[in-house]
């Protein structure tokens, strides 16, 4: 049967190719499948596991350390949920495992370099050009710029079951500098910490008010969860990058997957 150009089969070779692996016996034993990294695991071959998820925009608040802990469980699962609709033996179970390692190999940027090299989304939602997608359940915020071009990818934090983030198409309605944060988060939750340092409030397309933002935190650690009143929470210094790059009027298209029908053919990067 044949598949579409973005699926990659589970039969591919257990030689680990890419540069950011190769040399590592850690992860030549998973590649083989004689064994899964997963809790009380540490290594150089997971730190440059961990280090590949952070460059490709997956939230782990103890970085690259080389131990495998609940923020890396956690980085490994949103990476599954982005990497099982190309790849047919991810689960997301939050272990490095064969074919997962397989996957990061096929996504991972090239050392030294952040973003990922194929199967980015389109910065286009039902036809219509948009500055950033959220991902919802991998956690990630994809920043284009007007030509439609990546420029980075950005861990969050969006809503829980019961106050979700909803999906669909919405547009930046104000941009807050910090002063204005600060005070809405004093007025609003007598926190002026708890909106981080910027805050683009969200409007649907339509120009109804969602009652979501895009903001800062002053929780860095629940980033790549599902923690927040439906808001799209990001790292302080990455919700500056995103509110000097956007401006009143851009669209922001906020999806379950990167498998919407909304969005545009995904992007492969050569």
């Not at 064994?35 to 939230?59: I, K, S, W």
């Not at 980033?223 to 956007?246: K, P, Q, T, Y």
Request: proline share 6%; charged share 20%.
């Amino acid at each position: 049967m044949e598949r579409s150009r973005d699926t990659v089969t589970d039969t591919a070779a257990t030689v680990l190719e890419h540069p950011r692996f190769t040399g590592s016996p850690q992860l030549a034993d998973v590649a083989s499948g004689a064994t899964v990294l997963g809790a009380g695991a540490r290594g150089d071959g997971l730190r440059a596991v961990q280090g590949a998820l952070m460059d490709m925009g997956f939230a782990l608040y103890g970085g690259a350390d080389g131990r495998y802990g609940p923020d890396t469980a956690r980085a490994l699962r949103n990476f599954q949920v982005h990497a099982s609709a190309l790849f047919p033996g991810v689960r997301s179970n939050g272990v490095l495992d064969a074919a997962t390692l397989r996957a990061l190999e096929a996504l991972a940027p090239a050392a030294g370099s952040r973003g990922q090299s194929r199967a980015l989304p389109s910065p286009f939602y039902a036809g219509q050009p948009v500055r950033v997608v959220i991902a919802l359940r991998e956690h990630r915020t994809f920043l284009f710029d007007p030509a439609g071009q990546l420029i980075d990818i950005f861990p969050n934090a969006v809503g829980t079951a019961t106050t979700p983030t909803h999906p669909g198409l919405k547009v930046v309605r104000a941009k807050l500098d910090q002063v204005a944060t600060e005070d809405a988060g004093a007025r609003l939750w007598n926190d002026r910490h708890v909106f981080g340092v910027r805050l683009l409030d969200l409007s649907w397309a339509d120009g109804h008010r969602s009652g979501e933002e895009l903001h800062g935190t002053s929780a860095p650690a629940l980033l790549g969860g599902d923690v927040s009143h439906g808001c799209i929470r990001h790292a302080n210094e990455d919700i500056l990058v995103l509110h000097d790059a956007l401006a009143v009027g851009d669209r922001i298209a906020v999806v379950e997957t990167l498998q919407d029908p909304h969005l545009g053919v995904p992007v492969t990067v050569g």
